[in-house]
C-alpha cells in the first residue's frame, strides 16, 4: 500500500513552459486536493475532486488545471509556468467528506518546482 | 482577518518543558478541526483531530472553544524530536463541499 504518490519530485521550468504533476492514491478515496506551499507559509488549496469526472476550484486556482478520470489519479497541469507559481505543490487524498471529526487527509511527499 | 491564523513562533523550549498553541479561526459555521504535523521539507502529517469535549493523545492535548473561535495544543514533556511545524486545519462548508483552511503554522524547537 504505497499511500499517495507523486512525481516529479522535483523540476525546474522555464517561463512560459507548460508540466503535468502527476499525483495517485491507492486507498480507493474519492476526494483528492491539490495544495502549493510558500516558504514560510500554510498550505493553500488550489483545486480539488469529491470524485471521478468531479472537480472544483480551491483558493488559488489561477493558471493551473486539473482532471479526475480515474478514482486513483488527479493530475494537476500548468500551462504557461510563471516565477510565481516557484512553491512546493503537496497532493491529498481522504476517504470520506471533510465534514466530521476524524477525517483526515493522507498526503504525498510533495513535488518543488521552480519556474526560471 | 485571516480564516485561520496561528503564530509562526518559533517557541524555543527545553527539553521536559510544556508547551501550547493556539489557532483562532473566522467562520463560525466551521465544522471540523485537526492538528497536522510537518517536518522540514516533508509532507504534513495528522497529529490529531481536535474533538468538541477535547482530546489527549499521550503527552498531547487538543481543546476545541468555539465560543472563543480556537483551538489549542498542548505538549506536555516536550521530546527533542517533537521538533516540527504544527499547522492547525479548519473545516469549513463552502460551496456544496467541506473546504480545509491551513494555518501558516506554528515553529516549535525543542533544546537539550
Known amino acids: 500500500n504505497a499511500g499517495v504518490t507523486q512525481t516529479p519530485k522535483f523540476r525546474i521550468l522555464k517561463i512560459g513552459q507548460s508540466m503535468t504533476l502527476q499525483c495517485t492514491q491507492d486507498m480507493n478515496h474519492n476526494y483528492m486536493y491539490w495544495y502549493r506551499q510558500d516558504p514560510g507559509m500554510g498550505l493553500k488549496l488550489i483545486y480539488y475532486?469529491?470524485?471521478?469526472?468531479?472537480?472544483d476550484k480551491g483558493e488559488v486556482p489561477n493558471g493551473y488545471n486539473v482532471s479526475r478520470s480515474t478514482t486513483e489519479d488527479f493530475p494537476l497541469r500548468l500551462e504557461l509556468a510563471a516565477p510565481s507559481q516557484t512553491s512546493v505543490y503537496f497532493c491529498?487524498?481522504?476517504?470520506?467528506?471533510?465534514?466530521?471529526?476524524?477525517?483526515?487527509?493522507?498526503f504525498g511527499p510533495g513535488t518543488r518546482l521552480t519556474v526560471l | 482577518r485571516k480564516e485561520v491564523e496561528q503564530d509562526p513562533g518559533p517557541f524555543n523550549v527545553p527539553e521536559g518543558a510544556t508547551v501550547a498553541f493556539n489557532c483562532t479561526y473566522s467562520n463560525s459555521a466551521s465544522q471540523s478541526f485537526f492538528w497536522y504535523r510537518q517536518d522540514c521539507r516533508k509532507e504534513p502529517k495528522l497529529l490529531m483531530s481536535?474533538?468538541?469535549s477535547g482530546n489527549e493523545d499521550g503527552r498531547f492535548t487538543a481543546q476545541l472553544n468555539r465560543a472563543s473561535q480556537y483551538i489549542s495544543l498542548l505538549i506536555r514533556d516536550s521530546k527533542l524530536s517533537d521538533s516540527a511545524t504544527y499547522l492547525c486545519v479548519v473545516n469549513s462548508h463552502r460551496g456544496g463541499s467541506y473546504i480545509p483552511t491551513f494555518g501558516r503554522g506554528t515553529s516549535l524547537i525543542v533544546h537539550p
Open positions: 475532486s469529491v470524485g471521478a469526472g468531479i472537480t
Open positions: 481536535v474533538y468538541s
Open positions: 491529498a487524498s481522504s476517504y470520506s467528506e471533510l465534514a466530521g471529526e476524524g477525517n483526515e487527509q493522507f
